[in-house]
């Protein structure tokens, strides 16, 4: 149970569902069909999108007011926090929107950073490797990425609310192509499962949509 809903949920690499209660405070995991507490958010912050790693650890988008960070877990305690460069510049724009986060099969984590318009994608130590701004795709309106998600070849896919379409990368951040498959609505859920195919989620018709995108 949350206060209001469920910011994001997951499925560790036991198999086992987890949710964030950002309002709680709260990471949460389902066991023997009851609810616990997995993690307590550091004071003063809320817990927001999930990305369960290869390594077994959780990726967590987390914000305190305007100011957001990506907090990884291991063994349900804090082992890296991503926030500043080596200058020591905040990585992410300060805003109302929360990060979505999500691990490639590198190690690489992808953060869509929407108050910037921007994917920033890091190594393992938290060091940028390339952003992606959407100009190379040539489109229309402004970018605005939110859900994003990686193919077990590398491929980055990065949903685009503003000119409805999927926008599909190379893990070193080339433009590949644009999927356009949303119709006249906005895709606020993506997932993609073993097979290649991604799962799209459109809140205006409560409906999800399959797709295999890969021919």
Same mark, same amino acid.
């Given at each position: 149970k949350?206060?209001?809903?469920p910011?994001?949920?997951?499925v560790t690499k036991?198999g ?7 309002d709680g405070?709260?990471?949460n995991? !389902?066991r ?9 958010a550091?004071r003063?912050w ?6 369960c790693?290869k390594s ?5 988008s987390?914000?305190?007011g305007?100011h957001n960070?990506?907090i ?9 926090i991503?926030?500043?460069n ?11 929107c929360?990060?979505?986060?999500t ?5 690489d984590v992808?953060v869509?950073?929407?108050n910037?318009?921007?994917v920033?994608v890091?190594?393992m130590?938290?060091r940028?490797?390339?952003r992606y701004?959407?100009s190379?795709?040539?489109?229309k309106?402004? !970018?605005n990425?939110?859900?994003l998600v990686?193919?077990s070849?590398?491929?980055?896919i990065?949903?685009d ?5 999927l926008?599909?990368?190379d893990?070193?951040?080339?433009f590949?192509?644009?999927l356009?498959? !949303? ?8 997932s ?6 991604l799962w799209?989620a459109?809140?205006r018709?409560?409906e999800?949509k399959? !797709?295999?995108y890969l021919?």
């Amino acid at each position: 149970k949350c206060l209001y809903w469920p910011d994001d949920i997951a499925v560790t690499k036991r198999g086992e569902l987890i949710y964030s209660d950002s309002d709680g405070g709260t990471v949460n995991i !389902f066991r023997s069909g009851r609810a616990e507490t997995l993690i307590t958010a550091p004071r003063g912050w809320k817990p927001h999108r999930l990305c369960c790693t290869k390594s077994g650890g959780i990726l967590i988008s987390m914000s305190s007011g305007r100011h957001n960070r990506i907090i990884r877990y291991e063994e349900n305690q804090i082992s890296q926090i991503i926030e500043k460069n080596e200058d020591g510049k905040a990585l992410f724009l300060e805003g109302i929107c929360k990060l979505y986060v999500t691990e490639n099969e590198n190690g690489d984590v992808c953060v869509s950073d929407t108050n910037a318009s921007i994917v920033v994608v890091l190594d393992m130590t938290g060091r940028v490797r390339f952003r992606y701004d959407g100009s190379a795709a040539k489109i229309k309106g402004p !970018f605005n990425p939110n859900c994003l998600v990686t193919h077990s070849s590398g491929q980055i896919i990065v949903t685009d609310n503003s000119n409805l379409c999927l926008h599909i990368l190379d893990r070193n951040g080339k433009f590949l192509s644009c999927l356009d498959c !949303f119709g006249q609505q906005r895709c606020y859920g993506l997932s993609i499962d073993t097979d290649g195919r991604l799962w799209l989620a459109f809140n205006r018709t409560n409906e999800i949509k399959v !797709f295999h995108y890969l021919k």
